[in-house]
């Protein structure tokens, strides 16, 4: 009947408002959610964007390291070369001397070290004696002279030897310094490779987080406007059956009371009758 009808919509409205509201709630979680992830992803992403760039920065300063190193290498090498080239003739140059002044009868002596012998040689020259010209094919000239010349040779050879030392030692300085620095710099870009490839692991599960959840959106979504679509069918006629049924209501009542009124009226005409049929036969 109209009333189990009616009934009947009502558990229908009931149960459809009751899952169409856990379903925005829901749907407010997953959008919550979300909106947490993409916030999440984003500031990461940034993250990875200057970790990135600090990776590059350390890279070329390494680059420009080793590049540097490289140069100065070469540099000390090449100066070490040269050096060695010039003593090589240098030497070459006195023992020249040497056996020049040896085939000329030129007694030399001893020879001290190149600068020792060059400072003897300026204690041993007067001070107000102009230079003599030097011209080796004078067998006259003094042996001191001669010494004093080898002496200059010398002593520049010794330059060169102390200049070559000292530019090993500043070679082995600048390398142990450059293994240090370069040391540092490739852990910190082994370090900062390591963090990205964690941001990037993080950041795709978090996309797939995101994806999921996306997911259960779509089908709360769908599920809520399938709610929708049976309440969209069912409510023209539930309506119609709630807001005609007082009308119907109002109408069976009095149908019913127009049926008790005839029934009491039907009785009541049978007992008036009764009693002038019994009047009557009373007087007869």
Do not use: I
């Given at each position: 009947d109209d009333e189990s009808r009616v009934k009947s919509c009502t558990d229908q409205f009931h149960e459809i408002d009751s899952a169409v509201a856990d379903l925005d709630w829901k749907m407010e979680n997953n959008n919550a959610a979300l909106d947490k992830l993409g916030r999440l992803i984003e500031a990461k992403g940034k993250e990875k964007d200057a970790l990135i760039e600090e990776m590059t920065k350390t890279g070329a300063d390494i680059k420009s390291m080793e590049a540097e190193r490289t140069g100065e290498n070469g540099e000390f090498t090449q100066a070490k070369t040269d050096d060695q080239k010039a003593i090589e003739l240098l030497e070459k140059a006195v023992t020249a001397l040497q056996a020049y002044y040896a085939?000329?009868?030129?007694?030399?002596?001893?020879?001290?070290?190149?600068?020792?012998?060059?400072?003897?040689?300026t204690r041993d020259d007067e001070p107000d004696e102009p230079a003599p010209e030097a011209k080796f094919s004078d067998k006259g000239k003094s042996k001191g002279e001669s010494k004093g010349i080898i002496a200059i040779l010398k002593t520049i050879i010794e330059d060169l030897e102390t200049e070559i030392s000292d530019g090993k030692k500043a070679e082995e300085s600048a390398q142990l310094s450059y293994e240090e620095r370069h040391g540092i710099a490739e852990k910190l870009l082994g370090e900062m490779n390591e963090t990205k490839i964690n941001l990037e692991s993080f950041v795709a599960q978090r996309k797939q987080d995101q994806d999921d959840e996306q997911t259960k959106l779509d089908g709360n979504t769908a599920e809520k406007k399938g709610h929708t679509d049976t309440l969209v069918g069912i409510k023209p006629s539930c309506t119609f059956i709630t807001s005609n049924l007082e009308d119907r209501t109002r109408k069976r009542d009095a149908e019913r009371e127009g049926l008790k009124t005839a029934k009491d009226y039907l009785a009541g005409m049978s007992e008036s009758a009764s009693a002038s049929f019994l009047q009557l036969r009373r007087k007869h």
């Open positions: 085939k000329n009868g030129v007694e030399l002596g001893p020879l001290e070290g190149g600068r020792a012998a060059l400072v003897q040689k």
